[in-house]
């Protein structure tokens, strides 16, 4: 399995899991335009892409869906919820709903639906497998649940959002709507919540956790970074950002590697 983030934060998410000649895309939060040019620089073939699977119907994880998912002639998984909170006009033929739970299979892989708390319409992260390795991709989650748990506990690669500082959002310059809409609980982990996720339901089999979708306002790559690199010991870390791609991951490398070296930051 290869797996990147093309896109990170909260100003657009993308992300690409593929399994021989399969490959999926999580969510086309960019413009077509740097979808293509993201993928041109990490050598993706955009016909590679069997489908496109959508977590929800805020605009940083759909804009650029329609063009990307028309030019490609791609089937597009998406809850009844998120599509009808989307307002997409997508052709009839593309569009496949799916439950929040529901399981598909794409070629090699098995992408399975993780309903979550988030302040939409009928949310889910996802899971794909290749029956022996899992990807979790778990990103806008409220607040943690069972569901969210269970996939950290049978992740061999991680990408998981840690979107806040706590400090930087309560005296930034955010609305007291906005504020509180971020930290209720439906809206995005910080980094404390997040990390703290992470250490209690983490285990021997994950080998690489990528933080993803930083807030531009209320976070830093510094910050991220500090706060997981003390507990990352045998896990490689890559903090990707809103700036560029992250490079392309291939899961048997990061499994066979014998000796974890350390933990870096990925600009991308």
């Known amino acids: 399995m290869k797996y990147c983030a093309i896109a990170s934060g909260s100003n657009g998410n993308c992300y690409y899991i593929a399994k021989d000649d399969s490959a999926i895309l999580i969510d086309a939060g960019i413009n077509s335009k740097h979808i293509h040019l993201r993928m ?8 590679q892409i069997k489908a496109i ?19 490609y002639n791609l089937p597009v998984y998406i809850t009844k919820g998120s599509y009808e909170g989307s307002r997409l006009h997508l052709p009839s033929h593309l569009v496949n709903i ?23 319409k009928e ?20 607040r943690p649940c069972e569901n ?14 840690s979107n806040y500082d706590e400090d930087m959002l309560h005296t930034g310059r955010y609305s007291y709507f906005l504020k509180n809409r971020i ?39 510094d910050l991220v970074h500090a706060t997981f690199e003390p ?13 560029q791609e992250t490079e392309l991951f291939d899961i048997t490398q990061i499994l066979n590697k014998q000796t974890v070296s350390s933990p870096t930051v990925c600009l991308g």
């Open 40 to 47: 041109y620089n990490l050598g993706i073939i955009p016909t």
């Open 148 to 161: 969210v748990q269970h996939v950290i506990q049978h992740s061999d690669i991680l990408l998981l959002e």
């Open 183 to 221: 930290s209720s609980g439906w809206g995005h982990l910080s980094n404390r919540v997040a990390v703290e996720l992470f250490n209690q339901y983490k285990t021997d089999r994950l080998k690489h956790l990528i933080l993803t979708h930083l807030s531009g306002e209320n976070n830093t790559v």
């Open 53 to 71: 699977f959508i977590t929800h119907e805020h605009s940083d994880h759909i804009r650029g869906l329609s063009v990307f998912a028309k030019k």
């Open 123 to 142: 949310p889910c992260s996802f899971l794909v497998s290749d029956g022996v390795h899992n990807i979790g991709v778990l990103t806008d989650i409220g």
């Open 231 to 243: 507990h990352c010991e045998h896990i490689k870390l890559h903090v990707a950002t809103r700036y």
């Open 98 to 120: 799916i439950a929040p739970d529901e399981e598909v299979e794409i070629g090699g892989l098995k992408i399975y639906g993780i309903p979550k708390y988030h302040d939409a």
